[in-house]
C-alpha cells in the first residue's frame, strides 16, 4: 500500500483547498482513512476520518464545520475540502490508512493505529 497526499499550497485566511489522498495497492475498501496536520514544534494531530465504507466521518472540533472529508471508491482516492482556513490550519498535512477489514474497527484519532502513511504535504495560510 502507498499513499500520496497533494493539493497543498499557499492560501489567504478565509480561502479554500482540496487536499487528494491517492491509495495504491489491494483492497482500498478495506481501510479506514485519516488526514493528520503536524505545525513546526507540535505533535502530529488528527483532522479527519472516513470508514471504510464512507457512512462514517470524524472531524477534530477545530475543523468541524469547515472541513469536510469524503472518499471515491472508482478512483481510490480520499479528499478533504478545506473552507475558511486560517493562519492556525498551517501544517504539513498527512494521509493515512488503518486497516479495518473485519469492518468493526472505527474511525480513530490515534497516530499509532494506522498502518500506512503518505508523505505529506505543506498547507499555508496567510493572515
Known amino acids: 500500500v502507498q499513499l500520496q497526499a497533494s493539493g497543498g499550497g499557499l492560501v489567504q485566511a478565509g480561502g479554500s483547498l482540496r487536499l487528494s489522498c491517492a491509495f495504491s495497492g489491494r483492497a482500498f475498501n478495506m481501510y479506514n482513512i485519516g488526514w493528520f496536520r503536524q505545525a513546526p514544534g507540535k505533535e502530529r494531530e488528527f483532522v479527519s476520518g472516513i470508514s471504510w465504507s464512507g457512512g462514517s466521518t470524524q472531524s477534530a472540533d477545530s475543523v468541524r464545520g469547515r472541513f469536510t472529508i469524503s472518499r471515491d471508491s472508482a478512483e481510490n482516492t480520499v479528499r478533504l475540502q478545506m473552507n475558511s482556513l486560517k493562519p492556525e490550519d498551517t501544517a504539513v498535512y498527512y494521509c493515512?490508512?488503518?486497516?479495518?477489514?473485519?469492518?468493526?474497527?472505527?474511525?480513530?484519532?490515534?497516530?499509532?493505529?494506522?498502518?500506512?502513511w503518505g508523505q505529506g504535504t505543506q498547507v499555508t495560510v496567510s493572515s
Open positions: 493515512a490508512a488503518d486497516w479495518a477489514g473485519d469492518s468493526t474497527v472505527d474511525i480513530t484519532p490515534l497516530p499509532y493505529a494506522y498502518d500506512f
